[in-house]
């Protein structure tokens, strides 16, 4: 069976079910669950001018990965609760498609789990879509879960 699950989110509700999907699935099989997130990159000019004027105990957490952590830490303390074991966090820099392909290359996955938005009309042609990259470009199976 599966001992090792990539899921992708953005944290929306499309996502959200694609990582409840996972988690069913990696608490069925006992599998680690790794959870990957993408953010874009920022310039240093704005996050030196976000941090201006925050509380010097807030101001070095203030960055481009503070809303993907906020993703990530929901996402696993959702699947810690419902019962799986081992979770893993990954905020990647960089486009989203590739940083699911790279963490489940890195960590050998058996599996990645994708949301199918973005799969349907004209729009499923578009080489961005993340679950038709995902699908095309994967070392390992791939289930993409119906979330439209």
Do not use: W
């Not at 996972?22 to 920022?42: E, M, N, Q, R, Y």
């Not at 905020?91 to 890195?106: C, H, K, Q, S, W």
Request: a negative charge; proline letters at 5%.
């Amino acid at each position: 069976m599966f001992t090792r699950i990539v899921v992708g989110t953005d944290g929306s509700d499309t996502a959200e079910e694609a990582v409840s999907q996972a988690i069913d699935l990696a608490k069925l099989t006992g599998a680690t669950l790794s959870i990957v997130s993408a953010f874009a990159p920022v310039s240093k000019r704005r996050i030196q001018g976000e941090q201006e004027g925050a509380p010097p105990d807030i101001a070095n957490q203030i960055g481009p990965r503070e809303d993907v952590n906020l993703v990530l830490d929901a996402a696993a303390a959702k699947a810690r609760a419902a019962g799986v074991v081992e979770v893993r966090t990954h905020p990647i820099e960089g486009d989203a498609a590739d940083a699911i392909l790279n963490v489940a290359e890195e960590i050998k996955a058996d599996l990645i789990v994708v949301g199918n938005k973005g799969m349907t009309g004209a729009r499923r042609y578009f080489l961005g879509s993340v679950p038709n990259n995902v699908s095309h470009h994967a070392p390992c199976s791939v289930i993409i879960v119906r979330t439209t």
